[in-house]
T-cell receptor
Framework: GAVVSQHPSWVICKSGTSVKIECRSL??????MFWYRQFPKQSLMLMAT?????????EQGVEKDKFLINHASLTLSTLTVTSAHPEDSSFYIC???????????FGAGTRLSVL | GESVGLHLPTLSVQEGDNSIINCAYS??????FIWYKQESGKGPQFIID?????DKRQGQRVTVLLNKTVKHLSLQIAATQPGDSAVYFC???????????FGSGTRLSIRP
């Protein structure tokens, strides 16, 4: 079974609204999680590193005020796309790193469609 | 700049033949490399990894080769099956930076 659960798997929203995506580690406590974005026929681009109990670390070019990340517990990180626009439509994927190991497990992804 | 890239965007292979997917990288300080398989609409699935101090590692039907001299790695899939159809990414794990950087991907299609 999946060790990282992502919810929802698919969401459609109107332009200007906000959407929250959840990422949960099921079998272990993850102090570090990662959020990626993937456009069609492209690779995964790392957006930010989510650190439990502290601020997320954003990659260059990613707007931290638009993509809000909260890692309030050792098993849950959330990504909120604020004031979503059609260009934010994409496949968002999270991953969780196993503490002390170079192993990351990926969620099944969330397809966001902004109308 | 730093990058992990693939030579070919698509690869078509006869069922039963071996598949070889290539990847070039530019950061010689990388700690180790990972191959992922991504099926349509799903997240990446770990296949195999290799540390930078190794040149070959084998798994079940898969082999990863690392050539640090030319900064190249490859994924070999033996006896390719229809279920192997997917996009394959090589990724670079930089322990010092605590993050995985993905290459551009190769789509593997299987001919019956």
């Amino acid at each position: 079974g999946a060790v990282v659960s992502q919810h929802p798997s698919w969401v459609i929203c109107k332009s200007g609204t906000s959407v929250k995506i959840e990422c949960r580690s099921l079998d272990f406590q993850a102090t570090t999680m990662f959020w990626y974005r993937q456009f069609p026929k492209q690779s995964l681009m790392l957006m930010a590193t989510s650190n439990e109990g502290s601020k997320a670390t954003y990659e260059q070019g990613v707007e931290k005020d638009k993509f809000l990340i909260n890692h309030a517990s050792l098993t849950l990180s959330t990504l909120t796309v604020t004031s979503a626009h059609p260009e934010d439509s994409s496949f968002y994927i999270c991953s969780a790193r196993v503490p002390g190991k170079n192993i990351q497990y990926f969620g099944a992804g969330t397809r966001l469609s902004v109308l | 700049g730093e990058s992990v890239g693939l030579h070919l965007p698509t690869l078509s292979v006869q069922e039963g033949d071996n598949s070889i997917i290539n990847c070039a990288y530019s950061n010689s300080a990388s700690d180790y490399f990972i191959w992922y398989k991504q099926e349509s609409g799903k997240g990446p699935q770990f296949i195999i990894d290799i540390r930078s101090n190794m040149d070959k590692r084998q798994g079940q039907r898969v082999t990863v080769l690392l050539n640090k001299t030319v900064k190249h790695l490859s994924l070999q899939i033996a006896a390719t099956q229809p279920g192997d159809s997917a996009v394959y990414f090589c990724a670079e794990n930089r322990v010092s930076a605590s993050k995985i950087i993905f290459g551009s991907g190769t789509r593997l299609s299987i001919r019956p």
